[in-house]
Nanobody, 115 residues
Framework: QVLLMESGGGFVQPGGSLRLSCAAS????????IGWFRQAPGKEREGVSC???????NYADSVKGRFTISRDNAKNTVTLQMNNLKPEDTVVYYC?????????WGQGTQVTASS
């Protein structure tokens, strides 16, 4: 049973944009802090951006000014708008939800920025 699912990954040329979505089933995201992580083959998973239940956001230095995280509690989703994508952004992106007592990982979505 998949409780957290990412969508919106794909292939773009460098400089292009993609919009990732993280949607929950069977539970509401309202009280969860949501994080986006990414992982390249053979490397550790790294944090990209996060948003608290109160809407406070944080970004890795590598994506500041290019990525924007937001949440829509009415739609039970969190989105990551990614602009000016670079080849080094090419990895699998994961959504993570944590309310301090339970946590969930999505299955990941591939993002590729290449010419």
């Amino acid at each position: 049973q998949v409780l957290l699912m990412e969508s919106g990954g794909g292939f773009v040329q460098p400089g292009g944009s993609l919009r990732l979505s993280c949607a929950a089933s069977e539970f509401t995201l309202d009280y969860y802090a949501i994080g986006w992580f990414r992982q390249a083959p053979g490397k550790e998973r790294e944090g990209v951006s996060c948003i608290t239940s109160d809407g406070i956001t944080n970004y890795a230095d590598s994506v500041k000014g290019r990525f924007t995280i937001s949440r829509d509690n009415a739609k039970n989703t969190v989105t990551l708008q990614m602009n000016n994508l670079k080849p080094e952004d090419t990895v699998v992106y994961y959504c993570y939800a944590d309310d301090g007592t339970q946590d969930y990982w999505g299955q990941g979505t591939q993002v590729t920025a290449s010419s």
